[in-house]
C-alpha cells in the first residue's frame, strides 16, 4: 500500500504523539488507556511507515529506543549486556515469515530448524547477578542500557534461589520476570478497596509498582514471583551465551532447572515451526488456566551456534521472536448503562452489554469504575464498543466504536439513588458518587455481607441471597438484628436459591442450614473487638487500622470516646482515618447500634496484647494538668500523655516539666510562675501532642 509522502508523515506524526502519551502511561504511570494489543498495533504501524519511508526516522522516535527510563529511588546501574526487547509476530504467517528469515540467515536451506517454545511471562523484566553462586544483584530492564537497582526486593521474592545449586564459578547473569500470581493480585486488590486506596488495572502494573516501592518488607508481603528463562554467561561473553559446553538453549534451561532457578515447566523443544504454530494455537486456550498472566509464546532457535551466525540487529536477536496471542476482545452493543450501590454508598456504574462470547465465556457485564471513566471515554447507551478480558475475568469497555448512533446522548449519573431514590451527592475531592441515606436497602445489604465476612464476623452461611431474603421478609435491617434471629424463624424461612436451572431452584425451607446459620451468629459473639470494629463499616477503617484501634483503645467504648487528638496520637492512624472514626462516633444512630450490640452480649473487649511499652517521644517529662480543656476532658489529656511516655502528676513540683492551663486555672498556675515552670495553654498543649505522635 503506498501514500503520499505528506499523508505518511503527518501520520507518523500522530502516531509518535499517541504512541509516547500511551508509553507514559503504560511504562511511567502504570496505568494504560489501551489495551497491550493495541498499543504494539501502534508501534507495528509506525515501524512499518518508517520501514517503507526511511527519510522520516528521527532520533526521536518512540522506535528508535527499547523502553521507558528509570524512576527516581533506586540506585541506576548499567546492564553488563543491553537487554533486547524481541520483535513481535501476529499469527501464523508472521511466524512462518520469521523461520524462512532464520532458515535463510543459518543458510539451513529447506531443512527444519529446532526451536524452543515458551510461555512469555506478562511481568516485569529483571537481570539477576550470581557471583559464585551467590545472589549479588537484581536489576529492572529500565531502558534496556540501564535500569534501576532493587537487589533487596528481589531478595525477598521466595522463588528466585539466593544461592544456586552446585558449583557455579564466576559471574552469572540469569533473565527472566518478576510477576504476580493471580491469586495475590486479587487479594491485594481486595485490600487496597478495603483500604479506600485505587486497586491495580492488572497484575503486570501490580509487579511493577511493587517491585519500585522503597520498603522490601511490603514487597515481601505481596506475593511476588519470578521465572528465568536466559543465561548470559560473561566468561564467554556474549547475548546468548550459555553454560559451559551446552550447545542448545533447551540443555541450558534443564541446568537452570538443576541450579534451583525458576523455570516455567511448558518449554517445549519444537522440531520446526509447525510443531511452534501448534503449540502457540494449544497455549492460546489453554493459557486461561494458568495462575499467571501470559500475553504470548516466546520462539527461540535451540541450536547456539545457529544463533550466533544469526546475531541480532541493534534492538531485537534475530534468533528469537514474540507471538502475540489474540486478543481476547470484540465488539457488542452498549444496551445501558447502570449503576450499583456499595456498602458506603459509593455508587459506581456499569454497563450491560448485548452478550457476547468472549476467550471462553459469555459477557454480558462489564465494568465502568466511575462516571469519570464513562465521561472520558464517552461511552453512550447504544454504543457499539469494544470489550476486554483482561488477566482476570472481569472484563471491561475499552472504548465506544465512533461514531456513536443517531440521537445518543452523553451519559450522566442519575440525580437519585435507583434504590432507595436520595439525592446522590459527591466529595469535592472525590470522583465518587454516594447515596448518604444510611437506611438505603442497598446499603444495608452490602453492609450486612460485609459485616457477616470472612475477614469481619466470620459468620458462614449468611450470605448475599440469605441476607436479601432477611431484609425482603423484614425481619433484619442492621447488624444488631441478627443476634435476634432465633433457630426457628431461620429454619423455617423460605428461601429461592438463584441458580435458575438447579434442581434446588424451588422455594423452600432452609431447615438445618438456618440453624447452623444460628450457631455461627451466636458464635460470633466472641470475635475478638478488632473483627467488629472492622465489621461495622468504618469508612476508610480497614482490618489493619481495626486491629491497631482495638489493641490501643482496649475497648469499644474506648474507641468510640477517643479525640480526633488521641487518635492521631496512635501510630499507623493517619488524620484520615481519625476524622472517620470521629464521624462515625458523633453520629448517634451509630451509638445507638453499639449499644445494641453490647445488648445483645457482644464481645466489646479487645483479647489482643497491649501495645509494647516502648519510651515513648515525652518519656521523662512530668505534666500537671489544671483547669477545662475545651477539645478534651482531663481524662482523655491524661491518657495521651501516657500514650507517649509521659507522666501526669497532680501537684506543681519543681520537678514539674509543663502545667497545661485550661480556662479558669488557678492556683497551680501561680505556684507553676512561681517555680518558673513552663506553661503550656490548650492551643500549645495540643500542638506539642501531635508533634510528639
Ligand atoms: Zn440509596
Not at 534492538?315 to 496471542?325: D, E, H, I, L, N
Not at 462470547?357 to 454480558?364: E, H, K, N, R, V
Request: charged share 25%; hydrophobic share 40%.
Amino acid at each position: 500500500m503506498s501514500r503520499g509522502a505528506d499523508d505518511a508523515a503527518a501520520r507518523v506524526r500522530d502516531l509518535r504523539d499517541a504512541i509516547r502519551h500511551h508509553e507514559e502511561r503504560y511504562y511511567i504511570q502504570n496505568d494504560p488507556e489501551i489495551s497491550d494489543d493495541e498499543f504494539d498495533r501502534l508501534l507495528h504501524e509506525l515501524e512499518q511507515l518508517e520501514a517503507d519511508n526511511p527519510d522520516l526516522i528521527a532520533a526521536d522516535s518512540p522506535t528508535q529506543r527499547v523502553a521507558g527510563s528509570p524512576i527516581e529511588g533506586f540506585a541506576t546501574v548499567e546492564h553488563l549486556m543491553p537487554m533486547l526487547s524481541l520483535d513481535n509476530a501476529y499469527g501464523e504467517d508472521e511466524l512462518r515469515a520469521f523461520d524462512d528469515r532464520v532458515r535463510k540467515g543459518a543458510g539451513v536451506g529447506s531443512a527444519a530448524v529446532g526451536y524452543v517454545a515458551e510461555l512469555k511471562i506478562d511481568g516485569l523484566s529483571i537481570a539477576l547477578t550470581y557471583e559464585d553462586g551467590r545472589l549479588a544483584r537484581g536489576a529492572t530492564r529500565g531502558d534496556g542500557f540501564r535500569g534501576e537497582e532493587v537487589t533487596a526486593n528481589v531478595r525477598t521474592i521466595r522463588a528466585i534461589p539466593l544461592r544456586l545449586r552446585g558449583h557455579v564459578q564466576g559471574r552469572v547473569e540469569v533473565r527472566g520476570e518478576v510477576y504476580l500470581p493471580r491469586a495475590a493480585f486479587a487479594r491485594m486488590n481486595q485490600q487496597r478497596e478495603v483500604a479506600g486506596e485505587p486497586p491495580f488495572a492488572n497484575p503486570r502494573n501490580a509487579a511493577a509498582g511493587t517491585m519500585r516501592n522503597l520498603s522490601p518488607v511490603l514487597v515481601s508481603k505481596r506475593g511476588l514471583s519470578a521465572f528465568t528463562y536466559q543465561l548470559v554467561s560473561l566468561a564467554s561473553g556474549g547475548e546468548s551465551a550459555e553454560p559451559p559446553g551446552a550447545r542448545l538453549h533447551s540443555a541450558t534451561l534443564t541446568t537452570m532447572r538443576a541450579w534451583g532457578l525458576p523455570v516455567e515447566r511448558h518449554w517445549q523443544p519444537c522440531a520446526g515451526i509447525d510443531e511452534v504454530i501448534a503449540y502457540c494455537q494449544t497455549w492460546a486456550g489453554k493459557r486461561l488456566g494458568l495462575d499467571f498472566d501470559t500475553d504470548g509464546v516466546v520462539v527461540k532457535v535451540d541450536d547456539l551456534a545457529v544463533r550466533e551466525r544469526l546475531g541480532s540487529t541493534a534492538k531485537f536477536p534475530r534468533w528469537a521472536t514474540a507471538f502475540k496471542f489474540p486478543a481476547r476482545q470484540g465488539t457488542t452493543t452498549l444496551r445501558r448503562i447502570a449503576v450499583n450501590v456499595g456498602r458506603t454508598g459509593a455508587v459506581t456504574p456499569y454497563a450491560v452489554l448485548d452478550p457476547i462470547f468472549l476467550a471462553g465465556s459469555t459477557i454480558s457485564m462489564a465494568t465502568l469504575h466511575n462516571a469519570e471513566d464513562v465521561a472520558r471515554k464517552d461511552l453512550r447507551e447504544g454504543d457499539r464498543v469494544l470489550i476486554e478480558k483482561g488477566g482476570d475475568v472481569i472484563p471491561k469497555v475499552v472504548k465506544p466504536i465512533l461514531p456513536h448512533p443517531e440521537g445518543a446522548v452523553a451519559w450522566q449519573m442519575p440525580a437519585a439513588c435507583p434504590v432507595c431514590s436520595s439525592p446522590l451527592r459527591r466529595d469535592e475531592e472525590e470522583v465518587v458518587w454516594r447515596c448518604e441515606n444510611t437506611s438505603c436497602p442497598a446499603r444495608i445489604q452490602r453492609s450486612l455481607e460485609h459485616f457477616a465476612s470472612r475477614s469481619a464476623m466470620n459468620i458462614e452461611g449468611l450470605g448475599e441471597s440469605l441476607i436479601e431474603q432477611l431484609i425482603a421478609q423484614g425481619l433484619v435491617r442492621d447488624f444488631a438484628d441478627l443476634y435476634k434471629l432465633d433457630a426457628t424463624q431461620l429454619e423455617n424461612l423460605v428461601v429461592t436459591p438463584r441458580e435458575p436451572k438447579s434442581d434446588r431452584s424451588r422455594p423452600r425451607k432452609l431447615g438445618k442450614v438456618g440453624r447452623n446459620v444460628i450457631e455461627q451468629i451466636e458464635r460470633s459473639k466472641t470475635n475478638d473487638l478488632s473483627r467488629l470494629i472492622y465489621g461495622v463499616g468504618i469508612r476508610h477503617v480497614g482490618e489493619k487500622a481495626a486491629a491497631t484501634l482495638a489493641r490501643h483503645f482496649r475497648t469499644m467504648e474506648g474507641v468510640l470516646r477517643a479525640s480526633a487528638e488521641m487518635l492521631h496520637t496512635v501510630p499507623e492512624i493517619g488524620p484520615v482515618v481519625a476524622a472517620s472514626v470521629r464521624a462515625f462516633a458523633d453520629e448517634s444512630r451509630n451509638r445507638e447500634l453499639v449499644a445494641r450490640l453490647q445488648g445483645e452480649g457482644l464481645n466489646m473487649v479487645s483479647q489482643a496484647p497491649p501495645p509494647t511499652s516502648q519510651p515513648g517521644p515525652l518519656a521523662g517529662k512530668v505534666f500537671v494538668l489544671t483547669g477545662t480543656l475545651s477539645d478534651m476532658s482531663r481524662e482523655q489529656a491524661t491518657e495521651a500523655l501516657e500514650r507517649l511516655g509521659a507522666k501526669v502528676a497532680g501537684s506543681v513540683s519543681k520537678k514539674t516539666s509543663y502545667l497545661v492551663a485550661g480556662a479558669d486555672a488557678g492556683s497551680k498556675l501561680e505556684k507553676a510562675r512561681a517555680l518558673g515552670v513552663e506553661t503550656l495553654d490548650e492551643q500549645a498543649f495540643l500542638q506539642l501532642i501531635i508533634k510528639a505522635s
